[in-house]
């Protein structure tokens, strides 16, 4: 196979629990007979070097084509960037750690690229055993989108709004970084915090024109429980506020794709109300969270400038 079908799949990781399984899992995923043929490596960033210390890594390092690289600097994007320089592959693609893909899902991310001028191309992230899940009785597809998003287009095609390709499943030509630059380390996880929009920020640089979405690239994403808690969605909610103001200092309101949830709008009144009306308090309570943390971004920002 030509080296510009062949896939280089970058994992960035950073402790947590199950993390070793998780990746075990996914690693094993990606190396079936009709994965790992369109793949030319598995690259595992190491955020923070605290996977070296693990001696279970030795499960991972036996599987073939997989290594392992270290980025001291913690952050997600400091990870993806990292694991773009080391890439030798001509499609670059991205997977969390916490996934597991289907059993074409490489042979239809390099199919996705058959179009002209393509330079990105995405699958659906669904919820593993979702069915089987239990659910809280406050959780709502309000949380669910900032989790995945609840919702994806059944037809193969460029990708419009309200729909959207996310950072659990993405890829991209090695030249799209050449053209738009490298992800943003001002965004999306660093330890402990919950930014996000790293993923939402790079792709909005890319024409619309030259992203696929292709439905059979699936993957399954092992939500913890520990996301399925008011403690921790309170805490998605206020860092989705600061990311969203990040986000909209750097690209322009007029690129943002949510920006009647972050000002006091009619549309906000709207959706507020709704909730109330159903009973969902914590929905709402939610709202005004996410609102709180965008207005208080800029006394965030002052202080790392400090």
């Known amino acids: 196979m030509q080296q510009e079908n ?3 799949v970058i994992i960035p990781t950073y402790k947590h629990e199950e993390r070793l399984t998780d990746l075990v899992d996914l690693v094993c995923s990606l190396s079936t007979t009709s994965n790992i043929k369109y793949i030319r ?6 955020n923070g070097n605290s996977l070296s210390v693990d001696s279970g890594t030795l499960k991972l390092r036996n599987y073939n084509k997989v290594k392992i690289i270290e980025e001291k600097r913690v952050g997600l994007n400091y990870a993806r960037n990292t694991g773009i320089t080391e890439a030798v592959a001509d499609i670059i693609s991205f997977l969390d750690d916490d996934v597991i893909v289907s059993e074409h899902w490489a042979k239809n991310i390099v199919c996705g690229y058959s179009e002209q001028d393509i330079l990105c191309v995405g699958g659906p992230v669904f919820v593993k055993d979702k069915e089987t899940k239990k659910w809280p009785v406050w959780f ?5 989108r900032f989790l995945l998003p609840p919702n994806f287009p059944r037809q193969a095609g460029h990708l419009y709004a309200p729909y959207f390709i996310i950072g659990a499943n993405m890829s991209f030509k090695r030249e799209t970084f050449k053209r738009f630059g490298m992800f943003d380390p001002d965004l999306d996880r660093k330890g402990g915090n919950l930014l996000s929009n790293g993923d939402t920020e790079f792709l909005i640089r890319i024409p619309q024109s030259m992203v696929w979405y292709e439905p059979q690239a699936e993957v399954w ?3 913890k429980e520990k996301r399925l808690t008011r403690i921790f969605m309170t805490r998605r909610l206020f860092w989705q506020g600061i990311s969203d103001y990040i ?14 949830e972050v000002y006091l709008t009619i549309y906000f009144f709207k959706e507020l109300t709704q909730a109330i009306t159903k009973l969902n308090f914590f ?5 005004f969270i996410r609102l709180f943390g965008y207005k208080y971004a800029f006394i965030y920002i002052k202080k790392k400038e400090r």
Request: charged content about 35%; hydrophobic content about 40%; aromatic content about 14%.
């Open 247 to 260: 986000m909209v200092k750097k690209r322009g309101l007029e690129n943002f794709y949510d920006k009647k």
């Open 283 to 287: 929905e709402a309570f939610c709202r």
């Open 221 to 223: 994403s092992k939500i």
């Open 41 to 46: 490596e598995i690259i595992i960033v190491d």
């Open 6 to 8: 062949l896939i280089t």
């Open 140 to 144: 709502s597809n309000y949380f669910l």
